[in-house]
């Protein structure tokens, strides 16, 4: 499972020309998700997510935690995040669950997302074609992957 993070002023999920959903300052967690994936993976990703300290403190310095500053995430399934470019220039995503494996561990990747922050978790909508837009703060952006666990 990789998450790619960003650290944002405002994001918002735009469906045929509808806003899904929005957030203002929080995160924007981009979401990808392979056979292997377990509940583990998913368990350790969003302790990471939730607690990880990139939003300043009153001193400008990246201290404290999304739970610590009440902010909010948005998470948006993201199969490309699984993109091979080993071969050529055509990135196989190969690795990318199918739908029957991916919804349900999204699904269960938000769920724990909102028991670890106490309060909802907006969503893109799965498998659609969505606009993301993004005010990203700082830049802060961070890429995890679950089974690197760096």
Sequence with gaps: ?????????????TIE????SEISKGLLVLL???????????????????????F?????????????????????????????TKKGNRPSYIRAS?????VPLYEEFCKELETLIKKEVQTGSFGAHMDV??????PVTIWIDSKEKE
């Design 32 to 54: 990808g998700i392979e056979d292997s994936d377990t509940k583990e993976d998913i368990q350790w990703l969003c302790n990471k997510v939730v607690n990880l300290r990139i």
């Design 133 to 138: 837009e993004l005010i990203n703060d700082g």
């Design 56 to 84: 300043d403190d009153e001193n400008g310095v990246m201290n404290l935690s999304l739970k610590e500053t009440n902010s909010e995430i948005l998470v948006v399934s993201q199969f490309t995040l699984l993109a091979s």
């Design 98 to 102: 199918k739908p029957d494996i991916a």
């Design 1 to 13: 499972m990789r998450v790619l993070i960003q650290r944002v002023k405002r994001a918002s999920v």
């Design 17 to 20: 020309g509808k806003i899904k």
